[in-house]
């Protein structure tokens, strides 16, 4: 394309464009999304149209509490929100989904929050949003189970697998579903197993976790690699179809000689596309987009997570449009409240959204690159 700005039309909130995707977009049904059979793009399942993934986090809300916290009793503000979503032309919701509210037990499931996601499924499909599904989240330490802590590895990863069998098996047959994404960054611990399995804290949320407390002589791709099969396992003995990927770090990001780990060739092979995390630099975009280029490792790939928290609104649209060639996918956020109404709210935090965006808005048709 001669200009990704003016072909997509790449518009960052405040400056909202509430335009759809595709213009014949309702009169036609969700059809499930796979990966192209020259792996070079994906494409609708029935129609094999194309389809470029422009979405949003919906991982919390304007005031930080996390979905499951509010869906039982805040439902309508979840339908007004994918509603908000559809209008500012997205096309894919990324949720995030905390493991201890879907396991009482290890092996022992909530059936009244599955019931709940069974929910959100068919608003998607109302709405015509297609959902990433992240699990395993444990974003608030608070709400991890002691439980769920003192279980070893091997435990662990079958209670892992068990949360994802019993996920799939709400969303195996509903077209809305792009993806099952294992885990938001997980990263392989160290060898001192006193430091948990939550890794740092950003505003009061864990987003990062370890695999493993206990790597002892393996390496960490025979740990990474082990980690996928089981899990990547669970999900196929439920469903065949839905692609599956991993949310991760893109260390290449902090040092230019990294090298991707959970989608390495080998260690993520179960994997059908890279979603990396990307949140470009203030002066150095050219570096940016060198490390992305990282993992263009002959696999489709979209940025799962993007915001212009480290740049400018204009360094973000160069990232974007720099990332064009190689990228399948751009996905932002979105945490309830449009740039209009953060400026109505009146306060600091408001008017620094609003400035900000809250999500990244996208039209027109993507054509052949």
Not at 193 to 221: C, D, M, N, Y
Not at 252 to 264: E, I, S, Y
Not at 303 to 328: A, H, R, V, W, Y
Request: a negative charge; hydrophobic letters at 40%; glycine letters at 8%.
């Amino acid at each position: 394309m001669k200009n990704f700005i003016t072909n997509l039309m790449l518009l960052i909130l405040p400056m909202v464009l509430n335009v759809s995707l595709f213009a014949n977009e309702s009169e036609t049904q969700l059809e499930p999304i796979r990966v192209s059979d020259d792996g070079s793009h994906f494409v609708g399942a029935t129609t094999g149209d194309r389809f470029v993934v422009w979405g949003v986090n919906y991982d919390h809300n304007h005031d930080g509490l996390l979905l499951e916290d509010y869906w039982h009793d805040q439902w309508e503000t979840i339908v007004d929100d994918f509603q908000e979503i559809k209008q500012l032309g997205c096309n894919v919701v990324r949720v995030h989904l905390q493991f201890a509210k879907f396991m009482k037990t290890a092996d022992q499931p909530n059936p009244h929050q599955l019931k709940k996601l069974a929910k959100l499924i068919s608003l998607a499909e109302q709405t015509k949003l297609y959902l990433d599904i992240t699990g395993l989240g444990c974003y608030h330490k608070q709400d991890v189970p002691g439980w769920y802590d003192d279980l070893n590895e091997t435990m662990r990863w079958e209670s892992q697998a068990r949360f994802w069998a019993e996920i799939s098996k709400v969303c195996q047959k509903s077209p809305a579903i792009f993806c099952y994404d294992l885990m938001n960054e997980p990263i392989i611990g160290g060898a001192d197993p006193q430091a948990g399995w939550l890794a740092g804290e950003l505003g009061g949320k864990h987003f990062v976790q370890r695999i493993t407390l206990t790597p002892g002589e393996r390496s960490r791709e025979e740990i990474a690699k082990a980690w996928i099969e089981r899990l990547t396992k669970s999900i196929r003995n439920v469903d065949q179809r839905t692609m599956i990927t991993v949310g991760a770090i893109p260390w290449a990001h902090t040092w230019p000689n990294a090298k991707p780990l959970f989608h390495d060739p080998v260690v993520g092979k179960p994997l059908d596309f890279v979603a990396v995390h990307f949140y470009p630099k203030k002066g150095d975009i050219e570096g940016s987009l060198k490390a992305l280029k990282v993992y263009d490792i002959g696999k489709l790939l979209v940025i799962e997570e993007m915001f212009p928290l480290k740049c400018s609104l204009e360094e973000m649209n160069e990232f974007i449009e720099g990332s064009q060639e190689f990228t399948d996918g751009w996905v932002s956020f979105y945490w309830g409240k449009t740039a209009e109404e953060n400026k109505q709210a009146g306060d600091i935090r408001g008017a620094i959204m609003a400035q900000r965006g809250d999500t990244a808005t996208f039209a027109g048709k993507i054509e052949n690159r």
